[in-house]
């Protein structure tokens, strides 16, 4: 079986697939938007997600999981949950774990790490 990698340089790949499983590395707020409070950078976020998430054949019913880091989970819990609950189409809810970590550049408030399925199209 082979492994599709996209958006790939020498350390990793922004789009890993294998059989009809979409593993995205972890995406943060575009560059124009680290200066931003933890709500605009999870919107930030979740508008690179679908991206990438198009790119690969899915969107973002198709999520099977997703680990949301935070930097500081105190303070951004609920402006980053207010957002993902009006990105989130009802009834598609993923699993989901939400956690507090040390990312890896200061302005990073956000985090996410997301596992999705590639729908079949129809058989031919």
């Known amino acids: 079986m082979s492994i599709q990698r996209q958006h790939t340089n020498a350390r ?21 938007d680290l200066d931003k409070d933890a709500g605009e950078q999870t919107r930030s976020t ?9 790119q690969a054949g ?17 303070a951004d819990f609920a402006a980053m949950n ?20 040390k990312l890896c550049e200061p302005e990073i408030l956000v985090e996410m790490s997301v596992i999705a399925a590639i729908p079949q199209g129809p058989a031919v």
């Open 12 to 32: 990793m790949s922004q789009i890993v697939v294998h059989q009809n499983t979409l593993y995205l590395a972890g995406q943060v707020a575009a560059d124009e």
């Open 46 to 54: 979740l508008s690179e997600i679908e991206k990438l998430l198009a």
């Open 58 to 74: 899915s969107d973002k019913t198709q999520i099977l999981s997703v680990t949301i880091y935070l930097k500081d989970i105190d």
């Open 82 to 101: 207010q957002v993902w609950d009006q990105w989130l189409p009802l009834g598609s809810a993923p699993a989901r774990a939400t956690v507090e970590a």
